[in-house]
């Protein structure tokens, strides 16, 4: 019900754009989110939009990547700027209906998730 895409190769300083669009769920009833997982690591979170509207971003992230939506195709977007080596990671988008506002920066709460997008920000 989630399909992610928009992954690719850049170098540090650069930007990219992940997109991920949700079959089934409406922005009014399911919570997004963003999760990244690097090799050999657990997956974190990144960045997320709750039902209400509002934008939750890891500290590792914040000022540099941006949750956006797009209504009409039900798309959600993480436009990610200032890229560095260590965001090199693979990037899962995830949705929620139940997920309270305390639990979305945990993976557990997600009950949809996409497939994956990788993203490598080269030195």
């Known amino acids: 019900q989630l399909q992610a895409s928009g992954g690719g190769l850049v170098t540090a300083g650069g930007s990219l754009t992940l997109s991920c669009a949700a079959f089934?769920?409406?922005?009014?009833?399911?919570?997004r989110a963003w999760f990244r997982q690097a090799p050999g690591k657990e997956r974190e979170f990144v960045a997320a939009r709750t039902r209400s509207g509002a934008l939750l971003y890891s500290d590792s992230v914040k000022g540099r990547f941006t949750v956006s939506r797009d209504t009409a195709k039900n798309t959600i977007s993480l436009q990610m700027n200032s890229l560095k080596p260590e965001d090199t990671a693979v990037y899962y988008c995830?949705?929620?209906?139940?997920?309270?506002?305390?639990?979305?920066?945990?993976?557990?709460?997600?009950?949809?998730w996409g497939q994956g997008t990788e993203v490598t920000v080269s030195s």
């Open positions: 995830a949705a929620t209906v139940r997920g309270i506002l305390s639990a979305l920066r945990t993976s557990g709460t997600y009950e949809y």
């Open positions: 089934g769920l409406s922005f009014s009833t399911s919570s």
